[in-house]
């Protein structure tokens, strides 16, 4: 399984950013897709996830409200809209999969539960 990571750049605080992370390689019935972060100097945090069939989601609480993930199945692609941006946004963004789905999508803001993992893409927020 690939995941391939993009649209991260440079932008100012309030503005909105688009990341998609492509999955390839293997197509799953019924996994999770999700989104997590990395700052200079902290680990990596859960953002947000979805899940494939059904369209659940799950978001971090200082995301809540300005970031949006969803997912285009023919494109077999999870996107990670995320609106009026600050500097504490940004981050290095790194997609994952999570290729079976049991309990609830708030269970898989750990990030121990991903088995495979995108590259990363850098979003840097100026003031």
């Known amino acids: 399984v690939q995941l391939q990571a993009s649209g991260g750049g440079l932008v100012q605080t309030g503005d909105s950013l688009r990341l998609s992370c492509a999955v390839s390689?293997?197509?799953?019935?019924?996994?999770?897709m999700g989104w997590f972060r990395r700052a200079p100097g902290k680990e990596r945090d859960f953002v947000a996830a979805?899940?494939?069939?059904?369209?659940?989601?799950y978001y971090a609480q200082s995301v809540k409200g300005r970031f949006t993930v969803s997912r285009d199945s023919a494109k077999n692609t999870v996107y990670l809209q995320m609106d009026n941006l600050g500097p504490e946004d940004t981050a290095v963004y790194y997609c994952?999969?999570?290729?079976?789905?049991?309990?609830?999508?708030?269970?898989?803001?750990?990030?121990?539960?991903?088995?495979?993992w995108g590259q990363g893409t850098l979003v840097t927020v100026s003031s």
């Open positions: 994952a999969v999570r290729t079976t789905y049991h309990g609830g999508i708030t269970y898989y803001s750990n990030r121990n539960q991903y088995d495979f």
């Open positions: 390689g293997r197509t799953f019935s019924s996994y999770v």
């Open positions: 979805v899940r494939w069939s059904g369209g659940s989601t």
